[in-house]
């Protein structure tokens, strides 16, 4: 069975740093695309970052500059830094077999998420 599990959030003051790590079991995460999400409450969910196939990175204006994604050791690791309060939601990793030098517009595998909470 293929799974993802996000781990390392928690509480962090504004300011901050937090790293995400996701970690695949059944498959090999260094042969996949990997994107970060979260969903913050009352709010769609959103686009953080990725990582293709190819080590190829991407990241939104939203977050450009503060965080960045890595690839070692079968895991992809979400590096949070100058958190805000706004950054506060719940968030996941996803997979994609994707042989590309882009990441895929949709993904197939999921993990449950994890809670990042930014606040004095």
């Known amino acids: 069975q293929l799974q993802l599990v996000e781990s390392g959030g928690g509480l962090v003051q504004p300011g901050g740093s937090l790293r995400l790590s996701c970690e695949a079991s059944?498959?090999?995460?260094?042969?996949?695309?990997v994107g970060w999400f979260r969903r913050a409450p009352g709010k769609e969910r959103e686009g953080i970052g990725c990582?293709?196939?190819?080590?190829n990175r991407y990241y939104p204006r939203s977050v450009m500059g503060r965080f960045t994604i890595d690839r070692t050791n079968n895991m992809v690791t979400l590096h949070m830094a100058s958190l805000k309060p706004e950054d506060t939601a719940v968030y996941y990793c996803?997979?994609?077999?994707?042989?590309?030098?882009?990441?895929?517009?949709?993904?197939?595998?999921w993990g449950q998420g994890t809670q990042v909470t930014v606040s004095s």
């Open positions: 996803a997979a994609k077999y994707y042989h590309d030098l882009n990441c895929p517009a949709e993904y197939d595998y």
């Open positions: 059944g498959f090999s995460l260094d042969l996949y695309a």
């Open positions: 990582i293709s196939q190819r080590d």
